[in-house]
């Protein structure tokens, strides 16, 4: 058994890029914690893309990185931590949507026309016969 150190992990790390960014994961700082344990190698990345598809294919990369190029029969743990930037308000959905969005009250209010006949109400007054 080969004995790998932390300075060839952040060698073979150093080929994959960081998913959204320009950079490899040690230049962007994505490894935050590297431990060795014999065959076993534990590797904690934190990225800034939540989707599940860059964390499936950083960490498929990481795997293939380190068996490829440290040791063939490591036991690899790869450890994902999203650290993405937080949603404004205003981005973030709205429940209540009727009462903050008039072009979705107006949508809202036609459909229940159809459905309840002249007993909707628009924007607090009663509708008319003809609209």
Do not use: C
Not at 45 to 68: C, D, G, M, R, W
Not at 98 to 127: A, D, F, I, M, Q
């Amino acid at each position: 058994m080969k004995r790998m150190t932390k300075d060839d992990i952040l060698k073979a790390l150093e080929t994959i890029s960081a998913p959204g960014e320009g950079q490899n994961l040690v230049e962007s700082k994505a490894i935050t914690n590297i431990q060795i344990f014999g065959d076993e190698v534990e590797v904690d990345v934190t990225i800034n893309n939540p989707s599940l598809q860059a964390k499936k294919k950083l960490e498929v990369s990481v795997l293939q990185a380190i068996h490829k190029e440290v040791y063939e029969k490591a036991k690899i743990k790869v450890n994902l931590k999203v650290e993405a930037p937080a949603q404004s308000r205003r981005d973030s959905f709205k429940f209540d949507q009727r009462e903050t969005n008039s072009g979705y009250k107006e949508h809202y209010s036609r459909s229940l026309w159809k459905r309840r006949g002249r007993k909707v109400y628009r924007y607090g007054e009663p509708r008319g016969l003809f609209g």
